[in-house]
Each structure stands twice: as C-alpha cells, then as structure tokens.
C-alpha cells in the first residue's frame, strides 16, 4: 500500500484534519518533484485535499482546489489514452477506482451554491452531458433553474429525477410548485406507489414531513387553521422539528397567540441557532408586538443564516413597510417572489407597499396579473377586490369580486373583512351583521368578532358589543382596536367619569405606545445592530 492509499483510507475514515495536512505536504512535495506521484496519485491527491478544506467549510478554496483536480484530470485521460493504445491494461484497472469526475463537478457546484454564485454553479452542472447526471445532479439543478426563474428547465429536471427515483417526494413538491398538474405527476410515480404496500394512508397519516407538507399545502390555500393542526400534529411527533416551524410560529403570531409562539421560538433557539427559523419566529413575536426595530433586526439575522427564507424576507418586507421604509420593503418582497413564485402572501406583501405609497395602478397590474395567472380562485379574487376597494370607480367591481369569493369559499376570512369594510362604508350595518355572525359559525377570529362588535354598536346593540369586543380580546390579548373599541362603550355609558377615565386612558395609552414601539435607547440599539448587519 503506498502512501497515497494510506490518504484515502484516511478519508474514507472521516479524519479530514489529518487528510489535509498530509495530502498538502505530498503536493508540496510533488510540486518539487514532478516525478514523485504519477498523474493519477496526484488527482487523487487533489480531490482528497479539496474534500477535506470542504468539511472545513472554506468553499472558496475548495472550489479553487477541486478546479485543479479537474485540471489534473485532463493531463491523466491524454496520458491514459496513449497508455491504451499500447496496451496498458492496469492504467484501465487504476482509472476506475479514482474519485469520480462527475461527483468533483458537483462538489465544486455546491460550494458555488453555498457561496450564493448560482450561475456559476448552473454553469459548472449544465456541463455534464445528460446522460451521465445523477439523481442529486439533476435535483440540484431543478432547484438553481426555479430560484433563477427558469421555470421550463426546472420542470425538466424534476421530471428526470422522478423518472430515475420515482418516490422523490421533495422533487415531487418540486413540480407541484411549478403548477404541473398533479394527474401528470401522479403519472410518474403511480406504477412505484401501487407496488409499494407500505404506501397505504393509514400507515402514513403520522409521516412527519408528509405533515408538513400537508400544512404547508393548506397555508398557501388560506386554509389557516388546518394548516395550524397539521403544523401541531408534525411537532408533536418530532419535538426537535424545525423545517416549516417559521410558518407555523408565523400563523401562530398573526392569530394573537404570542405566549405560544414565545415558547416555541425559545424552544427552538435550543434545538439550533444555525437555522434561520427561531430567529423568524422570535421576529414575528416582535412584529405583532408592534416592535418593528427589533422584529427588522431578527429578520435579517435570519436572512443572514439562509438567504433563502421566504420567510424572513416576508418579516423583514413587513417591518420595513410598517416603519415607512417603503422602497426598501418593496426589494424584499421582491425577492420573496422570485424565490416562491406560488406562495400569494409574497405578491400581497408587494400590494401592500404600492397601496401605502399611491401606488394604485402598480397594483392593479399585478393584481390583475396574479388573477389571469392563477386563475378565479377565493384568493385572487379577493387580491384584486382589495385593490378596487383603494378607488371609487372599482367599488361595484370589488362587491362583485368579493361575492364570487364567498361563493367559492363562505369561510374565506379575508373576503369575509374586505365585504364587511365594504358594508360599513356603505353603512349597511344590519347585513353586515348577518355576514359576520354566519361567518363565525364555523370559526372563532379575533377580527371578525371586533368587527361584529363595531357593527353591533352601530346599531346601538351596546351589550352584545361588548361581548364581542371581550371574545376579541380573549383571542388576542393585544388587539388594541377591540381595547379602544371596549374603552369608548365604557365611557359613553359613565359619562360623569368620562373626564376621570379619559386622563387614565391618555397615561394608559402613553404608558403602551412606548413598550409596543420601544423607547429611544432601545431604538437606537436596534439601529446599530441593523447597521451592523448590513440594513442601513
């Protein structure tokens, strides 16, 4: 055994620190002595190398030290070639066991990717003919086309890894994404599904990702809260579960439940601060706190750990639009786009921040892109109906929208508080009423009972009212419209306190207008930490 093979060994061992230092003394020394190794012992010598700065996690270098093997690799196939022709049958025999150039191309690609140079990596994997990539080649590759927007292609190397590995869930999820119909997908795959006897939906119903992905499918349907039980179901089965928890503390938060969502971002801050979804689910604990400072801070951190967190782009987009940054909020929702064109809260996000700034036929446009795109659905009706609600003109054609909505979908809760905006400005107060209390029939929200109790106290229904605002605020302790709602009732029926309780209110309010939005030390506290990571 020479000394080369003790390296592989070691290698194959997993003792990468000592594989890097004695593979770069016997390059050095190579280097020195061209005749020491022979092409072949130096390729290996090189893949051994880059492999161990690899697990180091300098990718730059490894992608550097990884090229150079490919290079080596060039002179050791000429060399081969003539040892062929004249008959070496060992150089064949000696070929075959070294480190293959296929898996040094996608090394190099991957350290690409975790280097955020998606063309090159692109570049470095469309360089292998078709026929010799791997499943893993073309799952990569079908992730880098869909995050460069190149859709057709993605599709097409999807598919490929299905043809190869057919119970490919992940490249499944893939094209479902990319709105291929899922009578094609199924095509794909059936034949696999139908042999496989422990495909059976009993035996899978407590699948921890099949979960999540069921959670997430309900998510972008709107459908929250399935998509909360399914989250609940998937955590329950694996505490140290993380994939997805950015969503679910994220649907958590927006339904007032900020204990929960505290517990479980601390939770998870003890499985791993690596990831970026702790540091999203404390920054949406902070957004629905109303403290944006912080919430924008959290958010980049979690850019920072995975700059492709929907996610945390959403977060932070959100932040920034609510303190007033709008340019800057329209670039991260821009990119949340580009990263999960499928995903409605992104294009909404993006709505939002033309609305704030005027911008009412950008967002027309898109609005009316998103509904000829995806078609008449609950959501996108209701998309485009909330941008003809910001002009006088569109008002009928809103109605009309939100009707459809409803239609499709009664328990829709957008629709449901777009129709009622609607209603109280039209001051139909008693069908506003009759919407609202159906649609909490089958559901309890927070700003569905807050509406109700403002209708109600339009038509002087002031105890039933207060009911309401009360279930409100029992949802969602920090809805500060139920608490004025609830505070001005409370007034109108002890007007000789009114001047009493209107001077406890004014130092109430005073009191939480500076915990919500932080006092000026904490905010510029904030503000160097955003400075630090790059926000300024």
Known sequence: MNVVDHVRDMAAAGLHSNVRILSSLLLTMSNNNPELFSPAQKYQLLVYHADAIFHDKEYRNAACKYSMALQQKKVLSKTSKVRTSTGGAASNIQSQSLPSEIEVKYKIAECYTILKLDKDA???LDGIPSRQRTPKINMML???????GQERSAVTSYKEVLRQCPLALDAIIGLLSLSVKGAEVASMTMDVIQMAECAKKSLLRDNVDLLVSLADVYFRAGDTKN???????????????????DVYGYLMAREGHLEDVEVLGGRLFNISDQHAEPWVISGCHSFYSKRYSRALYLGAKAIQLNSNSVQALLLKGAALRNMGRVQEAIIHFREAMRLAPCRLDCYEGLIDCYLASNGIREAMGMANNIYKTLGANAQTLTILATVCLEDPVTQE??????????AQRPDYTKAVVKKAELLSREQKYEEGIALLRNA???QSDCVLHRMLGDFLVAVNDYQEAMDQYSIALSLDPNDQKSLEGMQKMEKEE????????????????????GDLEGSDSEAAQWADQEQWFGMQ
């Open 397 to 406: 054609k809103a109605k009309t929208l939100l009707d459809k909505a409803l």
């Open 122 to 124: 692109i570049a470095v």
């Open 440 to 442: 909490l029939a089958n």
């Open 494 to 513: 002890s007007p000789t306190d009114a001047t009493v309780e209107l001077d406890g209110d004014d130092m109430e309010g005073s009191g939480e207008d």
């Open 227 to 245: 998509a909360i039980l399914k989250f609940e179901q998937a955590q329950m089965l694996d505490p140290y579960l993380i994939k997805g928890m």
């Open 142 to 148: 079908a992730n880098l086309y869909r995050k460069a």
